[in-house]
């Protein structure tokens, strides 16, 4: 498949395929594009991290895919001891949602490409999702630490077993863009520091650490601020700010986004309410901070580190990336308009606030 830009550049998305069966009584034709209860079936394709398996913008489901790794599990590439003829290998794992197998096969190079599970449980699509990477992870982990090998995930998709009917993610690539920015630059050292952090947000393929940069940069925002208004008032002066609210309506975006993301792009309905979920509508970025970011940040740390300075045993379930996937877009959006707000002269000045370009 060739798809167009869907959502926000480098955010994971999904594709969903709904059978529609021609007898009108057929109760497999109950149901919708989340999935209902019953069994399925997931496969996850391995990547090699910074490899592509297609050129960029073009996608496949998994039985158009072999997957890549750097582990090698038949042969050519390794010729297990007692088993040569070895094609596949297999992993049982327990969770608190039961008991899994997954079948491990191999590209035509020998080295591990995916992961397909036996038929279980689960509510929807992205209920087994969430257990299939629960019952696996561990696996991967201990695998990734005893050898020293990257073993990333680089598609997934769900099959409800009744109806055919499947989930595929996929990660948009960044947008191809003209050179068109301001042609001579004197940077604050303070821009430039969150500058590069979001550089380094961008360069990453890792939601977790996109998240980590964008909200170091929240925070870092936050803090200037409150010494800049301390300073202010020490001086005898008044510092304001303008108001910074999500817009109220989904229709009011196209403007509030166009003001912060200097190249034109068509904000279709997907991409829209893929940045903005229905609860922060119309709330301040304090709240949405506050109440969505803050949390999920707290999440992140716990799932690194505990208090005590000891790991916690649930790393590999907290880092699961559905509700990093969630938060990301918003998240870079309120980074883009914290430093238009705090450096008018260093980021967009040639922007006016209706997305016009200042002649």
């Keep these: 498949m060739q798809l167009g830009l869907m959502g926000l550049p480098a955010q994971q998305q999904h594709i969903i395929t709904v059978n529609q069966f021609r007898d009108p009584t057929d109760t497999r034709n109950v149901g919708g594009p989340q999935g209902v209860l019953g069994k399925y079936k997931v496969t996850l394709i391995l990547g090699r991290p910074g490899f592509n398996l297609l050129p960029e913008g073009q996608y496949s489901f998994v039985s158009g895919l072999r997957g890549d790794s750097h582990l090698a599990i038949t042969k050519p590439a390794f010729t297990p001891p007692g088993n040569p003829d070895a094609d596949q290998i297999r992993i049982r794992g327990t969770t608190e949602d039961g008991n899994f197998e997954f079948l491990g096969l191999p590209n035509d190079r020998g080295f591990l490409g995916k992961f397909e599970s036996e038929p279980f449980d689960a509510t929807g699509f992205h209920d087994a999702e969430r257990k299939a990477h629960r019952a696996l992870a561990s696996s991967l982990s201990n695998w990734s630490a005893h050898l020293d090998i990257p073993l990333y995930v680089i598609q997934v998709e769900s099959v409800e077993v009744r109806t ?196």
């Design 164 to 359: 055919g009917n499947t989930q595929t993610s996929i990660l948009t690539p960044h947008l191809e863009v003209p050179f068109a920015v301001t042609p001579t630059a004197n940077l604050q050292p303070e821009f430039r520091g969150y500058a590069s952090l979001y550089r380094e947000a961008l360069n990453s393929n890792s939601p977790v650490y996109q998240f980590l940069c964008l909200f170091k940069m929240i925070e870092g925002m936050l803090k200037r601020r409150a010494r800049l208004g301390l300073e202010a008032r020490k001086a005898g002066k008044t510092l304001t700010r303008p108001h910074e609210n999500i817009p109220a309506r989904i229709d009011e975006a196209i403007p509030w986004l166009n003001a912060i993301f200097p190249i034109r792009r068509d904000w279709d309905r997907m991409a829209l309410t893929s940045i903005f979920p229905n609860e922060v509508l119309g709330k301040s970025f304090k709240h949405v901070i506050d109440k969505d970011l803050y949390p999920l940040r707290v999440d992140v740390a716990h799932a690194i580190s505990s208090q005590s300075g000891e790991l916690t045993l649930t790393v590999d379930e907290l880092l699961h990336t559905q509700n990093l996937n969630k938060w990301l877009p918003l998240t870079k959006c309120i980074v883009r308009r914290m430093l238009k707000n705090d450096f008018p002269e260093d980021f967009l000045s040639y922007l006016r606030e209706d997305g016009t370009i200042v002649s």
